[in-house]
């Protein structure tokens, strides 16, 4: 039998062991929880942050597991040289050669979510559905940590579908090595003693959940139909859809052009939203028409958000006018 290819050199069950605890990611749990909640903005932040952390964990040990018993890179290398010299092998070290993980492949799943979701809907883990909503998801809560630039009325709602993933994918993880007796006086966790905490509690109803995106998305879907009417009156667009050509070419005129412009999308954006309402034969068939929605909306809404800031700007003009200011 051609030796294993650990991720160290010193790898032992021991180690494994270590690394391998899981009574951290208990206390990690309880606090998502703890947070999700507490019901405000501030703290619903907080949970979509740590459930994005506690996923990667969980993903990047279910890489761990299944590259765990992979033959070493320098056998590999010794084997591929004898077939492709015309030697025969059998062919289940023929599958294993195929199949090998190079190390540069290794460097990027270390670096990149998507590169290990990736591998992870190769060998079967994950579905291409439950791939696309763990990279946006993870969009998202890049979206809320660094840049904050995340619809606050929809982290809530994110929070609530990333518990439940989450906590199949916990669920369904097997890990390398189980712990075995240990004299540490500590308890012992194991995944399958997690699966269901993210979500005890938790009114998990397809039904209720679609009806919380499907809200949100129409209220965003309502606002970008807002701001385009008034984009076209402010435009002067008339019944043929022409804009004054007596309007200025500035910065202000085109971001108006660019708000008229999606007048042609609405019809099918309201649509999308209304059949978000209908999606309860999973949570990730409610979440893929959303992210697609979603998508669409979010190249648009900061024209809508900065034509909100003017129209402010010019109200709160009108109103020191009148107060002599």
């Not at 749990?29 to 990667?56: F, K, M, N, S, Y």
């Not at 804009?243 to 019809?267: C, E, F, I, Q, T």
Request: hydrophobic share 40%; glycine share 4%; net charge negative.
């Amino acid at each position: 039998m051609p030796p294993m290819q650990p991720f160290a050199s010193d790898w032992d069950r021991v180690a494994v062991q270590q690394a391998e605890q899981w009574n951290w990611l208990a206390v990690e749990i309880a606090e998502i929880r703890r947070c999700a909640e507490a019901g405000d903005q501030a703290h619903d932040r907080l949970a979509l942050i740590l459930l994005d952390h506690l996923v990667e964990v969980v993903i990047g040990r279910e890489v761990n597991a299944q590259l765990a018993s992979q033959i070493a890179d320098s056998v590999i290398a010794e084997m591929r040289e004898f077939r492709d010299s015309g030697g025969q092998i059998d062919e289940r070290l023929t599958q294993a050669v195929d199949e090998h993980v190079e190390p540069d492949r290794r460097k990027s799943m270390d670096e990149h979510l998507h590169e290990r979701t990736k591998f992870l809907k190769q060998r079967g883990v994950l579905t291409a559905q439950e791939r696309e909503v763990l990279d946006r998801l993870h969009q998202y809560r890049n979206a809320a940590y660094h840049r904050d630039t995340l619809e606050p009325d929809l982290i809530s709602d994110l929070v609530l579908a990333y518990r439940v993933l989450a906590d199949e994918l916990i669920g369904r993880h097997r890990p390398i090595a189980w712990t075995m007796a240990s004299s540490d006086p500590a308890r012992i966790v194991t995944p399958h003693q997690l699966r269901g905490r993210l979500v005890e509690g938790v009114d998990v109803d397809l039904k209720a959940i679609s009806r919380r995106f499907h809200d949100h998305a129409m209220k965003r879907v309502q606002a970008v139909i807002a701001a385009v009417a008034i984009a076209q009156q402010l435009l002067g667009v008339n019944s043929a859809g022409e804009v004054d050509p007596s309007l200025p070419d500035d910065d202000m005129a085109r971001m108006l052009n660019g708000l008229s412009d999606v007048a042609k999308h609405l019809l099918s954006w309201r649509k999308q939203a209304e059949r978000l309402k209908s999606k309860t034969s999973s949570l990730t068939g409610l979440m893929i028409p959303f992210i697609n929605l979603d998508r669409s909306l979010s190249r648009i809404e900061p024209s809508v958000r900065r034509l909100d800031m003017v129209l402010d700007y010019w109200e709160q003009c009108r109103i020191d006018e009148l107060c002599g200011k």
